[in-house]
């Protein structure tokens, strides 16, 4: 999943390629006239966050959050989605069923810096937590980690009030390195299937977090307070 933005021209492009019938480029352009509704979503949850790193920068001297990335799902990948889940192409069925077409990545510094985020979004009066995936206790068999959070979020409009989902991925540096690599290894060189391959992948996974953990453990014991 690539995380960068979209210029209207490159969404439309999308929408032409993905349209197999004028039903669904009229569905699609039903989802153009949404888009703004997600990015106000996702710029939403983003202030969050930014209000938040600052304020622990304030408290703590550091930042918990090294960076924040953030993309609309391509509309190729939506019908795709709607269509492998058996559900209906429309633009109330996009709404209703997709929670990851807004989305954002969160990297950190350290393992508990995700959950210290996750809380900080939990505690939230107007951030409703409608899922949580957590890939880190419970890593995928292929060995990714993170924390996925699907999250409802209001944005006010001129015509009232409407509730946004945006899915929002925790990692730390070290597990993004990790997914990164990974999908150029695995996908773009077409060796997806090989088990080698694929156990090699699980045991840098098991190292970079065991990498992890020792980073943490150090800058506990340097800086001696569990919040820094």
């Avoid at 992948?201 to 990498?211: A, D, G, P, Y």
Wanted: hydrophobic share 35%; net charge negative.
């Amino acid at each position: 999943m690539q995380f960068n933005n979209e210029s209207k021209n490159n969404i439309m492009e999308e929408f032409n390629k993905a349209a197999d019938s004028d039903e669904v480029r009229d569905i699609m352009q039903g989802f153009l006239s949404m888009q703004h509704l997600y990015n106000a979503g996702i710029k939403e949850v983003k202030t969050k966050l930014e209000i938040l790193d600052g304020e622990f920068s304030v408290k703590y001297d550091r930042n918990p959050i090294h960076h924040i990335e953030h993309r609309l799902k391509k509309p190729g990948s939506i019908i795709e989605k709607l269509k492998r889940k058996g559900l209906d192409v429309s633009v109330e069925s996009i709404r209703n069923n997709l929670f990851d077409i807004a989305g954002i990545r969160v990297i950190c510094s350290y393992i508990d810096d995700i959950y210290r985020i996750a809380d900080f979004l939990a505690s939230q009066d107007d951030i409703e937590i409608i899922r949580v995936r957590d890939y880190i206790k419970n890593p995928k068999p292929s060995g990714y980690r993170s924390l996925h959070l699907v999250v409802k979020i209001p944005v006010f409009l001129f015509g009232g009030k409407e509730y946004v989902y945006v899915e929002v991925q925790i990692r730390t540096i070290a597990m993004d390195f990790w997914a990164s690599l990974e999908h150029q290894l695995k996908y773009k060189s077409g060796v997806k299937d090989s088990p080698a391959i694929l156990e090699q992948l699980r045991e840098c996974s098991c190292e970079i977090n065991n990498i992890d953990v020792k980073m943490q453990n150090i800058h506990k014991e340097l800086f001696n307070d569990e919040n820094s």
